[in-house]
Antibody, heavy 128, light 108 residues
Framework: QVQLVESGGGVVQPGRSLRLSCAAS????????MHWVRQAPGKGLEWVAI????????YHADSVKGRFTISRDNSKNTLYLQMNSLRAEDTAVYYC?????????????????????WGRGTLVTVSS | SYELTQPPSVSVSPGQTARITCSGD??????AYWYQQKSGQAPVLVIY???KRPSGIPERFSGSSSGTKATLTISGAQVDDEGDYYC???????????FGGGTKLTVL
């Protein structure tokens, strides 16, 4: 079954850290770029980060740059999001999502820059 | 920064056609994507590359784009189509990827 399953959410105090995981199954994880997208309670969707299929290229949204780091372990079919210096405004459901197109042509990485498969999300609450 | 603008809400009766618009300055050059999110669930891709429909998405869902406006059309809307719909795209320089603010579709 093709699916993504997030875990690691919970309640954390401001300034502390948390690491989210996303387990992939049913498809060739190592062939796809992957994203994190978040949704604050009652709000819209916000893109957070992207990582290339081989983990060598990463981009983060300005709102999390320097605090969050996306990574992956293709041997474990797992995507991660390390979140440091958490703020109240980081409170959200965090979704991992698959990019349908990602390849390296020898000089640059190319992505579809959209999301064709989503997990169910994991809730992160930053509160004292 | 870059913004995509959607109407906050659209309401239709069952069987009618629902149209949800998305406006953005870069849409003449960049594809629009549409996501459906039902209450308490993850988003689902319903339209990609302006007008393509993923496998498993009903034919009543269609997309189009002209100038700075993209449109999601649901022909013969059903009660099961209720939910929030988000457009998504990138700016002309690929520096920003953004979602629209979302449109709540009510079918009753």
């Amino acid at each position: 079954q093709v699916q993504l399953v997030e875990s690691g959410g919970g309640v954390v105090q401001p300034g502390r850290s948390l690491r989210l995981s996303c387990a992939a199954s049913g498809f060739t994880f190592s062939s796809h770029g992957m994203h994190w997208v978040r949704q604050a309670p009652g709000k819209g969707l916000e893109w957070v980060a992207i990582i290339s299929f081989d983990g060598r290229q990463k981009y983060h949204a300005d709102s999390v740059k320097g605090r969050f780091t996306i990574s992956r372990d293709n041997s474990k079919n797992t995507l991660y999001l390390q979140m440091n210096s958490l703020r109240a405004e980081d409170t959200a459901v965090y979704y991992c999502a698959r990019d349908p197109e990602n390849y390296f042509d020898g000089s640059d990485y190319y992505y579809g820059w959209y999301f064709d498969l989503w997990g169910r999300g994991t809730l992160v609450t930053v509160s004292s | 920064s870059y913004e995509l603008t959607q109407p906050p809400s659209v309401s239709v009766s069952p069987g009618q056609t629902a149209r949800i618009t998305c406006s953005g300055d870069a849409l003449p050059k960049k594809y629009a994507y549409w996501y459906q999110q039902k209450s308490g669930q993850a988003p689902v891709l319903v339209i990609y590359d302006d007008s393509k429909r993923p496998s498993g998405i009903p034919e009543r869902f269609s997309g189009s784009s002209s100038g700075t406006k993209a449109t999601l059309t649901i022909s013969g809307a059903q009660v099961d189509d209720e939910g929030d719909y988000y457009c998504y795209s990138t700016d002309s320089t690929n520096n920003y990827v953004v979602f629209g603010g979302g449109t709540k579709l009510t079918v009753l």
